[in-house]
């Protein structure tokens, strides 16, 4: 078993605290902005960065993935806590740790149970869409902190947007000047010099400004008093009919933390070549939300921005997150006093230049290069989830998820497999519509397991070969079964109507490479029943159930493949029959 901190030696643990004081300066300014999204005080974002940060360091198998709540995470916490409760309220905050404690416990089974794979149906346009729907309804509330316009962030999107444009009145000038100067320093920063924390720079200049000019006299809101003092540890006591409540939207946090978190995890393992263990580091995401639940915050995912500063800084190790832990603790026992006056303009110009890349535009304008269809199922994930509310966004991500699978398995290529005069090459080339594989025998190839989506497409493909080639002209068809790895109820269905057709048009039905793994189920549905004849290759499928061949039927064959594939108005030699 992996042990803590792994990769930490003598020679670079000089750089990793370095990168820890880069990384608390990055985060402590983002999380009092999230806290802020999520509805909640700016000590739920800082007590994040404590026992949970400690937990997760020690236990997770990645040394670079960085844990913490982000704007993603902030936002679903408001949007499914905001019917429940007033955000700002104790039962708020109680909600928000319950919430938390739910997703601790569901990674922790998903670890358990190794589900991980289930998130994989969150494909990058649902991702998109999701994250870039929950991204813009969190601009628009950090659009009308940074003119001190005042409106419910709790809302729905319409209903902020039209009191934010109703409101644009009562902009207040001093708020506006702070924020368009900390999206200009951010922005150019970044672009200059990246290595610098420009977040923590924009909070420490926009607060000396307030104290100096007395802005917040003129209107300008700041954070206000922050408790002093570490974390208590609590335990969330609401009725059942509320810990049910809360279940869908942990279901939503843990799946784009898991879709997120473990890509992540991944990428940068192959990248500094190094292992991870994705059920280790679920179970560490489970105990960083229980911590989180247990100690006055919210819910923990993965945060993508924070890992890639930590690469650049040439972090290879979790220490640099003990580092934000113990600063972070320090600065809430003797350090509270000097974030009163932060201005609420700087804390959202900081968010709001943080999640612009969350909008995804760029991926929405590759998505529509690339593939439509891909794009409308981001569209689409993106609307539901911006208009209606994340919970059904991530129930539409789901069923479009499975609208996408059913698609693609729905249409797998199944081709009739050309000859080959070449006696020691396997027979693998798809052949012209209409072709045999050689006389009397057609072999087709499945691209895929059977299953219900597919098995009659697959049916209808054989049927239109055998015709195709004219009718007595085959008495044998060979399934290459190479890719069919498995098989369902309706398929064999599917399959036992194919062969009485086949039967009834007195064609025998064979088979050829077989799987050894698939065979016993294979066998249990009646697909390949205990007489039926199977071959290793195609070639010994067509040598067995073919006569010799006169030289003249070759010459006569040879001739006229070579006039079907020159000749443009005849039908592609590559083209399969899928039901496309």
């Not at 010099?193 to 917040?216: I, K």
């Not at 350090?335 to 230049?353: C, H, K, M, Y």
């Not at 086949?502 to 050829?512: D, R």
């Not at 493949?561 to 029959?577: E, G, N, Q, W, Y």
């Amino acid at each position: 078993m992996q042990k803590p901190l792994a990769g930490l030696t003598r020679r670079n643990v000089g750089r990793e605290l370095l990168a820890g004081v880069t990384l608390l300066a990055i985060a402590i300014p983002l999380n009092i902005g999230y806290a802020q999204i999520a509805g909640l005080p700016a000590t739920a974002g800082l007590y994040a960065l404590i026992l949970p940060t400690v937990l997760y360091a020690l236990v997770v198998s990645s040394r670079q993935l960085v844990a913490s709540p982000d704007a993603a995470a902030a936002a679903l916490v408001a949007s499914s806590i905001g019917g429940l409760a007033v955000a700002g309220s104790a039962d708020y905050a109680t909600l928000a740790m319950a919430q938390a404690v739910i997703s601790g416990i569901l990674f922790m089974l998903l670890a358990v149970f190794k589900l991980g794979f289930l998130a994989n149906f969150l494909s990058k346009p649902i991702l998109v869409g999701f994250v870039g729907g929950l991204a813009l309804g969190i601009l628009v509330s950090q659009i009308a902190k940074m003119l001190g316009v005042k409106i419910d962030s709790g809302a729905e999107f319409v209903e902020k947007s039209s009191q934010l444009i109703l409101g644009l009145g009562t902009t207040n000038p001093w708020s506006m000047l702070i924020a368009s100067a900390s999206v200009t320093v951010l922005l150019v920063g970044r672009r200059f010099l990246p290595v610098v924390p420009w977040a923590l720079v924009v909070l420490v200049l926009a607060t000396v400004v307030v104290v100096f000019t007395g802005a917040d006299e003129a209107g300008v809101d700041v954070l206000g008093d922050v408790p002093a003092g570490p974390p208590a540890l609590t335990w969330p006591v609401i009725s059942w009919t509320e810990w049910l409540a809360l279940v869908p939207s942990a279901i939503a946090l843990t799946l784009v933390t898991v879709a997120e978190g473990l890509l992540v995890a991944r990428s940068y393992a192959e990248k500094r070549r190094y292992s991870t263990s994705p059920n280790r580091d679920l179970f560490a995401f489970g105990i960083a939300n229980v911590a989180a639940g247990a100690s006055a915050s919210f819910a923990v995912g993965s945060s993508t921005s924070r890992t890639a500063a930590m690469d650049q800084a040439g972090s290879r190790t979790q220490l640099p997150s003990l580092v934000l832990a113990a600063g972070s603790l320090l600065l809430l026992v003797f350090g509270t006093a000097l974030l009163a006056d932060i201005p609420s303009p700087a804390i959202g110009a900081i968010v709001a230049v943080a999640i612009l890349p969350l909008l995804g535009i760029r991926d929405f304008i590759d998505l529509w290069r690339l593939d439509r269809f891909e794009f409308w199922i981001g569209a689409v994930c993106f609307l539901v989830t911006l208009l209606i509310g994340s919970i059904p966004g991530i129930l539409v991500a789901f069923v479009l998820a499975l609208v996408n699978l059913a698609k693609r398995a729905s249409s797998p290529a199944i081709d009739v497999l050309a000859r080959n005069d070449n006696p020691t090459a396997s027979l693998l080339d798809p052949a012209p519509a209409g072709e045999v594989t050689a006389p009397g025998v057609i072999v087709v190839r499945m691209a895929a397991p059977l299953f219900f989506a597919n098995g009659t497409v697959f049916a209808e493909a054989v049927r239109k070969a055998v015709t195709s080639a004219g009718e007595g002209t085959v008495h044998h068809v060979v399934i290459d079964m190479e890719a069919v790895t498995d098989v369902d109820v309706t398929a064999s269905e599917a399959f036992d109507g194919l062969r009485t057709w086949l039967t009834q048009h007195k064609i025998e039905i064979a088979f050829s490479r077989v799987r050894s793994g698939a065979m016993p189920r294979l066998r249990r549905f009646g697909i390949i029943d205990d007489g039926a004849s199977v071959y290793p290759t195609n070639r010994d499928a067509v040598t067995a159930l073919t006569a010799p061949e006169h030289w003249f039927d070759r010459v006569k064959h040879k001739l006229r493949r070579d006039r079907a594939s020159d000749d443009p108005t005849t039908p592609d030699s590559h083209v399969t029959m899928s039901s496309n």
